[in-house]
């Protein structure tokens, strides 16, 4: 079992930044492909970003390409995911996730997923 906290999210006016982070416990990260993914109001859970488990592939959105970087260190067992230029529609609830998928495919990939942090960006 892998327990995940998010940490970090907040409001904060559109241009800004803001550094999410994924605390795992109960098992270490370095076995797992992590994610983050996002839920707006009345919108489905989509996918942000994912990185492999040694970090040397990362996949983003198209929406957030350029402006968000994930990241991890297995030594703390935590992953970031670091947000710049912020727009109003990147509000949302953000999740961070691990999968035991060396390729996850979808959010249904995923086995352990965190609470979830708000994100709230004024225009």
């Known amino acids: 079992q892998v327990q995940l906290v998010e940490v970090g999210g907040g409001l904060v006016q559109a241009g800004g930044s803001l550094r999410l982070s994924c605390l795992a416990s109960?098992?270490?990260?370095?076995?797992?492909?992590m994610g983050w993914f996002r839920q707006a109001p009345g919108k489905e859970r989509e996918f942000v970003a994912r990185m492999s488990r040694a970090g040397g592939t990362t996949i983003y959105a198209d929406s957030v390409k350029g402006r968000f970087t994930i990241s991890r260190d297995n030594a703390k067992n935590t992953v970031y995911l670091q947000m710049n230029s912020l727009k109003p529609e990147d509000t949302a609830v953000y999740y961070c996730?691990?999968?035991?998928?060396?390729?996850?495919?979808?959010?249904?990939?995923?086995?352990?997923w965190g609470q979830g942090t708000q994100v709230t960006v004024s225009s």
């Open positions: 996730a691990a999968s035991s998928r060396l390729v996850p495919g979808s959010k249904r990939d995923y086995d352990y």
């Open positions: 109960g098992r270490t990260i370095g076995s797992y492909a």
